[in-house]
């Protein structure tokens, strides 16, 4: 009622205003957000092309052989993978120096310790341990593992 009380002039000027404001709404409310999480997805899976490349680069573990020393550089790598291949739950790995990791990670006490053999065999070698077992046989590990 009170729009149709003003002049054309400012009705026009409110009317643009209007469609300019649901402009704004639209770009910030939906397009925006979209653009947004796009970019991320592709940020993404560029990061995920990279580590695939990376993972294909590491060294093969069954193509190794046991005494021959790995490079300090595909030492998380190693970790990584032999962790997943002896059903060990890898929860965390950080990298402390050059050839040196701490880790933790559970799963079976009965695949931890051929784990932890065929690592020695490999060339690492653990600095520390911390053990957690629980009477099922379940152990929950905190390493420092390094190259030797």
Do not use: C
């Amino acid at each position: 009622m009170l729009f149709r009380n003003l002049p054309p002039r400012e009705r026009r000027a409110l009317a643009l205003l209007a469609l300019f404001l649901g402009a704004v709404l639209i770009w910030t409310l939906l397009w925006q957000p979209q653009r947004l999480a796009l970019q991320n997805a592709e940020r993404n899976y560029r990061d995920e092309l990279q580590l695939a490349a990376d993972l294909q680069r590491l060294p093969a573990s069954g193509g190794s052989q046991p005494g021959v020393a790995i490079n300090a550089d595909a030492l998380p790598g190693l970790l990584a993978r032999t962790s997943a291949e002896t059903k060990l739950n890898l929860e965390r790995l950080d990298n402390e120096q050059q050839g040196r990791v701490d880790l933790s990670l559970d799963g079976a006490l009965a695949d931890l310790l051929p784990w932890l053999q065929h690592l020695g065999e490999q060339g690492v070698e653990v600095s520390s341990a911390n053990l957690e077992v629980n009477p099922q046989a379940q152990v929950r590990a905190r390493l420092v593992l390094e190259v030797k």
